[in-house]
């Protein structure tokens, strides 16, 4: 079923039982105006740690703080009624043990009403996600091009490839198995993609792996041309708003200097005219 028919947001379940059939339509957002927008189009919305780059300008989603997902997402919660919710878990916030993540998740989600969380990882994730999930939480698992890995991963790169790819499909295989609801594949092979979505029981939602995948994700600031710094060779842009904005932000510059703007229609009279 579609997210505009649909009249309450689904959960993580309804997610995880879309296996297979239409795919999942996921994009992330940070703010209650485009959480809005969304709404009606997609199944899920995730509250990016992507954030702390395309909000925020900080070099890498390293910085980003329980405090700023918190904030984010209660204003993303309060654009959203139908798409489900899941809230990133930013870096240091779940690596230490199951109960930090416990700690840490059941914050998320009592400050910002998300329904799950997504946090980065795969075998050695799994006792974490199986802790998670025993206690209430539904996790979202992210594997491949795990952003918050960078400095380990010596860069953006392409995860999977060659003598890697057995180790990703063990990687999905332990997520699913550890109770993982579902699981975003980053930067992939689109074949290792289509051979993790054949491998494992839950949807895999993919951003650079394979059409093949059970859903897609994209950052929302990336796919309107807001964020314009770079652009990954996945990314496809349905609008150019960065550039239309920034047109628009030069033609009010001209017209206030030009005292073009305000014109009659934007003034007050001395009396009130119906507005
Ligand atoms: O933080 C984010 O935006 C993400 C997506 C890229 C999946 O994790």
């Given at each position: 079923m579609s997210a505009s028919a649909r009249k309450t947001a689904p959960m993580p379940d309804d997610i995880r039982?879309?296996?297979?059939?239409?795919?999942?339509?996921?994009?992330?957002?940070?703010?209650?105006?485009?959480?809005?927008?969304?709404?009606?189009?997609?199944?899920?919305?995730?509250?990016?740690d992507?954030?702390?780059m395309v909000l925020h300008g900080l070099p890498s989603t390293l910085g980003v703080t329980m405090e700023m997902m918190e904030m984010h997402g209660?204003?993303?919660?309060?654009?959203?009624?139908?798409?489900?919710?899941?809230?990133?878990?930013?870096?240091?916030?779940?690596?230490?043990?199951?109960?930090?993540?416990?700690?840490n998740a059941a914050r998320l989600?009592?400050?910002?009403?998300a329904a799950a969380v997504k946090l980065e990882g795969g075998a050695h994730m799994a006792e974490t996600i199986a802790f998670l999930t025993a206690r209430g939480v539904p996790v979202m698992a992210h594997l491949g091009l795990t952003p918050q890995s960078i400095n380990t991963?010596?860069?953006?790169?392409?995860?999977?490839?060659?003598?890697?790819?057995?180790?990703?499909?063990?990687?999905?295989?332990?997520v699913a198995g550890a109770g993982a609801f579902s699981v975003v594949l980053e930067k992939v092979p689109?074949?290792?993609?289509?051979?993790?979505?054949?491998?494992?029981?839950?949807?895999?939602?993919?951003?650079?792996?394979?059409?093949?995948?059970?859903?897609?994700?994209?950052?929302?600031?990336?796919?309107?041309?807001?964020?314009?710094?770079?652009?990954p060779k996945f990314v496809k842009r349905y609008a150019t708003l960065g550039e239309d904005g920034e047109a628009a932000i030069a033609a009010y510059a001209a017209d206030v200097r030009a005292r073009r703007f305000p014109e009659p229609e934007h003034t007050f009279a001395d009396r009130a005219q119906g507005e």
């Open positions: 039982a879309m296996k297979g059939g239409t795919p999942i339509v996921t994009l992330t957002a940070y703010t209650t105006p485009v959480a809005r927008m969304m709404d009606a189009h997609c199944d899920v919305v995730l509250v990016g992507s954030v702390g209660r204003a993303v919660a309060r654009g959203l009624d139908k798409a489900m919710m899941v809230i990133d878990m930013p870096f240091g916030s779940y690596e230490e043990s199951p109960q930090q993540a416990f700690a989600m009592r400050e910002t009403g991963l010596g860069g953006y790169k392409v995860q999977g490839r060659d003598t890697q790819a057995d180790a990703m499909v063990a990687d999905a295989r332990a689109a074949t290792l993609a289509d051979r993790i979505t054949g491998g494992i029981e839950i949807p895999t939602i993919g951003i650079g792996a394979s059409a093949g995948c059970d859903g897609q994700v994209l950052v929302v600031d990336d796919m309107l041309g807001l964020f314009t710094a770079f652009k």
